[in-house]
């Protein structure tokens, strides 16, 4: 699907078309081990969440990180 699609589907309604950038910070990282997950602190999204927990959108956060770890990830 090219680019020009994307932005031409409609939306549901009260929804807008926005880039990704404009609403948080999105990056590659290190990776987050089990270790490394905190009860409460930065959220984060792991990799194997994306399948487990979440149906095409992040409603909630699972996990976090603290903030030592979250400056080590970038």
């Known amino acids: 699907m090219s680019n ?7 939306l549901p309604e009260g929804w807008r078309n926005i880039k990704l ?6 990056s590659k990282g290190n ?5 490394e997950v905190i009860s409460e602190g930065v959220p984060c999204v792991r ?4 399948y487990t927990k979440h149906n095409f959108r992040i409603n909630d956060f699972y996990s976090f990180i603290s903030d030592k770890t979250q400056a080590n990830t970038n």
């Open 4 to 10: 020009n699609s994307v932005q031409n589907m409609s």
């Open 21 to 26: 950038g404009d609403i948080g910070k999105f």
């Open 31 to 35: 990776g987050i081990t089990k270790d």
């Open 47 to 50: 990799y194997g969440e994306l």
